[in-house]
């Protein structure tokens, strides 16, 4: 599977937590979007089952901000 | 007449608790894509609703409406064991808590004259805890190729250690509510 596009992931982000694509950028960290711990897990799955890949909490850990989830999508995609 | 304080309480919990499973596997049931979890999950999710009225029903028939309350015993798993970030974490976290649901329930039905509405509510409730017990654990069998049969036993081992610390909090805090509960075990033993 290719990686896919940062756009992409960054919609599919946008969709899943149900806000608007403009409040998902690279630079925006992760805890401004999500401010409960249910979501972010159900965000986080939702996103292994669309592109195919597996988070572990060691990944989860070192991700702050949307572009850092965006690239970690990318990078195991 | 009303349930006893400590009974009351118990019993909400218990609610509240089947109520935050139902959600949490809700919203997991809708982010997944069709697959044999999916249709599990889904199952699971309505059980746990079911149970939850169950408990609703029942705590109304004995004449005590379930209590409000703002905390239930899953939030404090992710306090201890961390967030569950992948499928198999958040089925091996369900597995170890399935199995402390059994264990509190036969508890609960070894107290000594045990109201006959609670028996019969905990008796319909473990005949879904065995299904969903299986399905999970066979679940984690099938994951065994993806994420490694060491990696799946290491992460029951981490979440049954943060199940124990939280069950022992748990104990602690709830001490004197709990009471009912506790001297029943040690009559039994």
Redesign the interface.
């Known amino acids: 599977m290719s990686a896919p596009a940062a756009e992409e992931v960054m919609a599919r982000i946008a969709e899943v937590l149900g806000i608007p694509d403009s409040r998902v950028r690279p630079e925006v960290p992760l805890a401004d979007l999500v401010g409960e711990s249910y979501p972010l897990v159900e965000m986080a799955i939702e996103l292994q089952d669309d592109y195919d890949v597996i988070f572990t909490q060691a990944d989860l850990s070192a991700v702050s901000t949307v572009g850092d989830l965006v690239e970690l999508v990318r990078s195991r995609a | 007449m009303p349930l006893p304080d400590d009974e009351h309480w118990v019993l909400s919990y218990y609610r509240m608790s089947e109520i935050n499973g139902s ?2 596997f809700g ?2 049931a809708r ?3 069709p697959s044999p979890i999916q249709h599990d999950l889904t199952r699971h999710f309505a059980d746990e609703a079911q149970h939850a009225w169950y408990w609703t029903d029942c705590l109304e028939r004995l004449g005590s409406p379930p209590i409000k309350l703002s905390d239930a015993y899953q939030d404090q798993y ?1 306090e201890a064991a ?6 198999m ?2 089925l091996a976290i369900t597995l170890v808590f399935e199995r402390r649901v059994i264990n509190q329930y036969a508890r609960h039905l070894a107290v000594p004259g045990v109201r006959p509405e609670v028996k019969e509510t905990i008796d319909r409730i473990m005949a879904d805890e065995r299904w969903h017990v299986q399905w999970v654990r066979d679940a984690l069998t099938g994951m065994e190729d ?2 490694g049969k060491d990696t799946i036993a290491e992460t029951l081992q981490r979440f049954k250690e943060a199940d124990r610390e939280v069950y022992a909090k748990t104990l602690a805090e709830h001490e004197e509510r709990l009471g009912f509960l506790l001297r029943s075990k040690e009559e039994s033993t």
Not at chain 2, 82 to 87: I, K
């Open positions: 959600l949490f919203r997991l982010a997944l894509k992710l961390g967030l569950p970030v992948n499928m974490e958040i993806r994420y």
